[in-house]
């Protein structure tokens, strides 16, 4: 079965810090895409950022970037210059071929003025 | 403007009574999808269509049943048989009949059992 840890329940930092969210998977599949969502106060679930397994290329979207590491299994996600609207429950998310999203347990992260 | 709409925002149940949890999307997407999620938990898939007259059990589909009879629309009842009904519940849908692609998600509602 596939599965998706996030190890870090909660996190904190200042605001213009940068933060790194981990997320660790589990598969047989070679190839599969992951994402990584946010769910802020208003519990809406937005795209943050997405990678196709057979790329080798960190993805980037703005401030935040990926470090993609498949042979450790390894997803980890960075927002440069957090900013309060970044105050959100981060998701790690991993598709492969069960074609069926499986979700981290989350990682609550609040950015302090 | 294109997007998802769930209603009712906030549902309350008396125990023993099927309420049904409406998800709309203009977005022209194949796939719909319906997720719980509890405090402290990720989503949890509980039912998946890829096509209208067709859908699939996710991984808790005890309790749920599903239509979909169009494709802009695909409610989820929430029946008598389902122990645990309180919590939060998320449609979504993507293009196309993969779940590789983008999944939108609608705004949510909240399921309280009295």
């Known amino acids: 079965a596939q599965t998706v840890t996030q190890s870090q329940p909660e996190m904190s930092v200042q605001e213009a810090e940068t933060v790194t969210l981990s997320c660790t998977y589990d598969t047989s599949e070679n190839n599969y895409y992951l994402f990584w969502y946010k769910q802020p106060p208003s519990r809406q679930m937005i795209l943050v950022i997405r990678?196709?397994?057979?790329?080798?290329q960190n993805a980037t979207e703005n401030r935040f970037s990926v470090n993609f590491q498949k042979a450790a299994k390894s997803f980890s996600l960075k927002i440069s210059d957090s900013q309060l609207g970044d105050t959100a429950m981060y998701f790690c998310a991993f598709v492969g071929g069960a074609q069926k999203l499986v979700f981290g347990q989350g990682t609550r992260l609040t950015i302090n003025p | 403007d294109g997007g998802i709409t769930q209603s009712p925002k906030y549902l309350f149940r008396k125990e023993g009574q099927n309420v049904t949890l409406s998800c709309e999307q203009n977005l022209n997407h194949d796939a719909m999808y319906w997720y719980r999620q509890d405090p402290g938990q990720g989503l949890r898939l509980i039912y998946y269509?890829?096509?209208?007259?067709?859908?699939q059990k996710g991984d808790i589909a005890e309790g749920y049943s599903v239509s979909r009879e169009k494709k802009e629309s695909f409610p989820l009842t929430v029946t008598s048989a389902q122990k645990n009904p309180t919590a939060f519940y998320l449609c979504a849908s993507s293009i196309g009949q993969v779940t590789y692609n983008e999944q939108f998600f609608g705004p949510g509602t909240r399921l309280t059992v009295l």
């Open positions: 269509s890829q096509i209208v007259n067709d859908f």
């Open positions: 990678q196709e397994a057979y790329k080798q």
